[in-house]
């Protein structure tokens, strides 16, 4: 009976080798134009194309996930996906949890959004979403910090007269600006963590590798720059 | 995308329709232990009882999924890879070999998907378990006790008396707390997006959020209002039908039963 | 840095008082309970202001969805469907949607967005309704004896509802209030989880669990410590509703007492 047990076992390990090249992705799907999903229902932007065209160059088959912002990382070492794609700031505190691909972003800036240009940004309030590196830097800044559940609810905010100001990454800002609501850019841009990158367990070394050469060579060969300009996510390396 | 929308509330029903009876079972369970004569059993059932009520249930649902997927596959692990020497906690990470995964890494998406939705299922089910327990432990004992007794003077074991007599008597003593406990289940139904299921609020945040006009064909401002609104109407019309339909069953359960409800029910036919 | 130091620190963060800035780094059990207890006085008041002042309303929609007037009692009947038949989650949303939208238009309802009074309103209501109800089941089952020895002694109206109707109605309906009081402790979590933004990182138990979970990105302690905090809690409640109990019951025969208890918790 154990025998038993132990080839079954050992196929299903021998089933998993084979196919072990699917790779499952993170991602939230609510951060348009990084991830967000499209009128079809699937999941679009720009880490969507990245991923696809990095699993290419790494031979890798892959699978795209949802999952929330709060329990991405606690899913990703509990090893329900392999990878979270999800315009993450490469942060030291996050570092500690889990490793980071070299980043395909340049560092991106910060921005304030507000309603006016007559907002007091250093002792004004100031929202922001809940545990992101934004709301960590107003905390420390000294202006008043209010936090929402999520990025829509600070915009609301922002509009309502709520908060004096949004920070949030300049590139999920921006397209509000177009929007015929009075929203506008304030202040200077912070810098804030050090570019998006792929997050991966620590004990994941080969798949950090391989997808750090695909990174690598879009670098290279000036795709990555070609889709981050189709994107309007950041500036170029 | 809207029919993922229109597909949630269909989740939400189906979730319902199988949280209801494995809750009951799991309460059945839990009240069968908190009666037990043996302390050990009977410890066991109090203590998750009171522990799992005295919890508030999003805080339960925040780490519970987790907690219960690695459980799943340590076990897995365990017995499905007995060579595997590496430690399964290296650090932060938690790994176990590909075979012990859940579901494997093979999978499609719909078994993931399912697979999430089984682990939100048993989730619910232990919550409203312990409060369904409470109920059912409340129910067993408010059966009279004469009852019992006289199955014991007819000479019926224990076990026969809990089966033949108590049993079959204490559902209409604790259908009126558990008809209860289904309504707040409805209601504690939006939390669903907290275990990773998408879920009616999470579409109706979804689609109703600002869509810019660069990346949707429908641009619209933010709608969320309205899309709540719906759920609203969702929520008020379930809890209408429920309460209609438990009015039902409880006068049926209250048929020939010595309760006062019983007793109108004989004057009503009688009259 | 001493634990006694963290709870100096960061006892009443919550509250605003004490240290500025939440810890960063390197995060200690002692940091994580300080906090988390720090954010359960918010749990408590909320849960407390809510029951006081529900505690009211409800009396007055029990004895409104009994009256026989129907100009009381539909509108009783229908608060109480619709509080009761609508998660407490859409309820913070719509009226957070509702406090601001009010606020612009009245700037001196400015205090109806901050959670303190705000979510206040939502729960007070969510909670009158619920215990309108229970106290509503309590009214219809008070024997019919006790108000016939009332008008036998020549009791009416206001003194007949206050020396018998009432104190039998709350005795009746008191099992299924403590069970209301527990649910209500626990939804005060939802409060900041969903609807009211937090000001300043001051915000109730639930938030700093989560601020830990994910800076340490680790659930399983802060959760835990929550849960730790809420599982006692329930225990004082259970406990302070127990003391009244006993005042209330305290004319009846032993035996009759300890039937009473039977009875808790058969519904909420």
């Known amino acids: 009976m154990k025998k038993l047990i132990l080839t079954t076992a050992a196929l299903a390990l021998g089933a998993g080798m084979a196919m072990a090249d699917t790779i499952r992705l993170g991602t939230e799907g609510a951060y348009a134009p990084w991830n967000f999903v499209n009128d079809a229902g699937e999941i679009d932007g720009f880490e969507r194309e990245l991923g696809d065209e990095l699993c290419k160059r790494a031979n890798l088959e892959c699978e795209w996930v949802k999952n929330d912002w709060d329990s991405i990382i606690p899913n990703l070492v509990s090893g329900n996906y392999d990878a979270i794609i999800a315009g993450m700031s490469i942060t030291d505190e996050r570092d500690e949890v889990i490793d980071f691909t070299q980043n395909y972003t340049p560092p991106d800036p910060s921005a304030y959004l507000a309603m006016s240009e007559e907002v007091d940004l250093a002792g004004g309030v100031i929202a922001a979403q809940t545990g992101t590196i934004q709301a960590g830097y107003i905390a420390d800044s000294g202006a008043t910090l209010v936090e929402f559940a999520n990025p829509e609810e600070t915009l609301a905010a922002v509009r309502s007269g709520e908060a004096d100001a949004v920070l949030a990454d300049k590139s999920f800002l921006a397209p509000f600006t177009e929007d015929g ?16 990158g792929m997050g991966i367990r620590e004990s994941d070394g080969d798949l950090k590798e391989k997808f750090n050469a695909a990174i690598q060579s879009m670098k290279d060969d000036g795709s990555l720059n070609e889709l981050i300009t189709k994107w309007e996510v950041s500036s170029t390396f | 995308m809207h029919w993922l929308f229109y597909l949630s509330f269909f989740k939400v029903l189906l979730l319902l329709a199988i949280t209801a009876p494995v809750a009951l079972g799991f309460g059945f369970l839990g009240a069968m232990a908190a009666r037990s004569h043996f302390p050990p059993l009977s410890l066991l059932g109090k203590g998750y009882i009171a522990i799992v009520r005295g919890v508030p249930d999003i805080a339960f649902f925040m780490f519970f999924v987790i907690a219960l997927d690695q459980a799943f596959e340590w076990t897995r692990h365990k017995i499905l890879c007995p060579e595997w020497t590496d430690p399964i906690r290296q650090g932060n990470d938690f790994i176990v070999c590909q075979a012990a995964k859940l579901p494997l890494g093979t999978a499609p998406e719909w078994v993931h998907e399912t697979y999430g939705f089984f682990l939100a299922v048993i989730t619910f089910s232990i919550v409203f378990g312990a409060f369904a327990a409470n109920v059912l432990f409340g129910g067993m004992r408010a059966v009279p006790h004469a009852q019992l007794e006289t199955a014991e003077a007819y000479g019926m074991t224990r076990r026969q008396t809990f089966w033949r007599i108590l049993v079959p008597q204490m559902w ?9 406990l289904w309504m707040v289940l409805i209601k504690a139904t939006p939390l669903l997006f907290l275990l990773g299921i998408e879920d009616i609020v999470y579409w109706a945040r979804e689609l109703g959020g600002f869509k810019n006009p660069k990346f949707t064909q429908y641009p619209h401002g933010d709608w969320r209002m309205w899309y709540f609104l719906a759920l609203l109407v969702f929520y008020l019309g379930m809890t209408r039908i429920s309460e209609i339909g438990l009015e039902r069953l409880m006068r049926r359960l209250s048929h020939g039963q010595a309760t006062s409800g019983g007793e109108l029910l004989r004057k009503e036919t009688t009259a | 840095m001493s634990c006694i130091q963290t709870i100096q620190d960061y006892g009443l963060r919550s509250l605003g008082i004490g240290e500025r800035l939440l ?29 006081a002042t529900g505690f009211f309303l409800a009396t007055a929609l029990a004895l409104g969805k009994a009256s026989t007037n129907k100009w009381l009692r539909k509108p009783a ?13 859409i309820q913070f949303f719509f009226a957070y949607f509702l406090f601001l939208s009010l606020k612009q238009t009245f700037p001196f309802l400015d205090a109806l967005t901050s959670a303190w009074l705000g979510a206040l309103i939502v729960l007070f209501f969510n909670t009158a309704a619920y215990s309108g109800e229970i106290f509503y089941g309590a009214l219809r089952s008070i024997p019919k004896g006790d108000i016939e020895a009332a008008d036998a002694y020549g009791m009416t109206g206001w003194s007949r509802f206050r020396r018998i109707v009432w104190p039998t109605m709350l005795r009746l309906a008191w099992p299924a209030y403590t069970n209301e009081a527990i649910f209500l402790f626990h939804a005060t979590t939802l409060v900041f989880f969903s609807a009211f933004p937090v000001w300043q990182q001051r915000g109730d138990a639930l938030y700093y669990a989560g601020y830990f979970a994910d800076k340490t990105f680790n659930p399983f302690i802060p959760y835990p410590i929550l849960a730790f905090y809420f599982i006692l809690l329930t225990l004082v409640v259970i406990w302070g509703f127990g003391v009244v109990n006993k005042r209330l019951n305290r004319h009846l025969p032993v035996a009759k007492r300890t039937k009473m208890k039977l009875r808790l918790n058969l519904a909420r």
């Open chain 3, 23 to 51: 810890p960063r780094n390197d995060f200690t059990l002692c940091e994580q309970f300080t906090l988390i207890g720090s954010g359960m006085i918010w749990n408590i008041y909320f849960g407390i202001m809510a029951l």
């Open chain 3, 77 to 89: 009947e229908w608060f109480i469907f619709l509080f009761r038949g609508s998660p407490l989650f």
């Open chain 1, 181 to 196: 609501s009075g929203l506008l850019f304030v202040g200077d841009e912070v810098p804030l963590g050090g570019g998006v």
């Open chain 2, 172 to 180: 209409v003593y604790a259908l009126p707390g558990l008809s209860n």
